[in-house]
């Protein structure tokens, strides 16, 4: 996908953060391993080739399944560890603070305990 983003093969390894000699040798590899021709490379750049853009189109929709996967995960682990913290001096919140307190709760049953 960043090749065909930035136009080269060069210019996607560099965005990515390794070698063009190694980009290369990983859509060597993929190309193998799918048996078809991925990207059409010339001295101006690299454009898709039918099948190219067919696998980045598919590629790009298990990648944003994966997204949503990993931030669900990490919805249900910030929902699972969910704390607060509270602290009051000992003046007119200590009449206030237990029922600040059984508010959430009360509007909100399936919360955990509170005190």
């Known amino acids: 996908m ?3 983003r930035l136009g080269s ?3 996607a390894a560099e965005a990515h953060h390794i ?3 190694a980009a290369s040798a990983r859509l060597r ?3 193998r ?3 078809v021709p991925l990207l059409h490379r010339t001295p101006q750049g690299s454009t898709l080739t039918e099948a190219g853009a067919l696998v980045a189109d598919r590629a790009r929709a ?3 399944a994966a997204a949503a996967l990993a931030a669900g995960v990490a919805t249900l682990r910030a929902t699972a560890d969910s ?3 509270v602290a009051a001096s000992q003046t007119i919140a200590e009449y206030l603070l237990p029922g600040w307190l059984v508010a959430p709760r009360r509007a909100h049953p399936s919360l955990g ?3």
């Open 29 to 31: 590899q993929l190309k």
């Open 83 to 85: 704390r607060l913290v």
């Open 9 to 11: 093969v060069g210019r």
């Open 2 to 4: 960043s090749v065909v």
């Open 19 to 21: 070698s063009q000699p």
């Open 113 to 115: 305990a509170v005190l």
């Open 33 to 35: 391993q799918l048996g």
């Open 62 to 64: 298990a990648v944003d």
